[in-house]
């Protein structure tokens, strides 16, 4: 424990990303920059519980956000977890995570046609998909044809593609089928080598921040996120009767308390 070092234990969870494809190694290497301005060239048993106090603090006063730091934070749980588990180290100081924002954006079923008849038309399906089914925007951008099984109604997402690494099958019913139908056809005729199911020009649709952005201010939506698609799912869900255990595989909810957040 005396010679594992911040450094060290930086470069173990980065390799741990890799080694299982974790989608989320360009936010951790952020993390660790943010971390290694308090901590490098530090021992482990150096970070202190008093050491990460210091480092909020500083945080805080350099203006950046609570859920900003508690994602650093994690980083550095994960860090000497991994350090324990390999048994380079007998204990992992408490880290205590700041109290975050609680996100309360939500569409209503006209605000969701609206936004569906205003967005042009590559993006109409994208809105229509998560209206229905809660699904991550990276799991949709990520979505290619050959998850899509339009004769059975189906998506599969791969484990590589979800937040919580867990592979699971979303069923396509009503509009929903209907409007991935429509999608299918649109490609085939203007771009027939695009593999992806959301696309702009035949390339793989990166981001829609712009045209986003432009389309609720002309609607007077400012604000809203397309994240808001996933908690308007899920309360729609609930207010119709499905089960919370039904709704949270749809979703891809393995922690209850963040399912009813």
Known sequence: ANKLTFESMAEAIQTDYKINKRRTIRSVDICIRNLSIAFKGRKAQDITEDAIKDFKLKRLAAG??????????RILKRMFMLAFK???IHSVPSIDFLKGKTRMGFFTHEE????RGALPDYLKVLVVLAYNTGMRKGEMLSLK???VDLVNGKISLTAEQTKNETPRIIYL???LLEAMLKQRDWILRSFPACEYVFTYDGRKLEGLKRQWLQ??????????KLHDFRRTALTNMTRAGIPQIIAQKISGHKNESVFRR
Do not use: A
């Open 215 to 224: 389309t609720l201010k002309l609607l007077g939506m400012e604000g809203k």
């Open 173 to 175: 019913r009503g509009e």
């Open 86 to 88: 390999g048994k380079k």
């Open 112 to 115: 969701f046609l609206s936004l």
């Open 64 to 73: 950046s956000s609570n859920d900003t730091i508690n994602l650093d934070l």
């Open 145 to 147: 044809w050959n998850q």
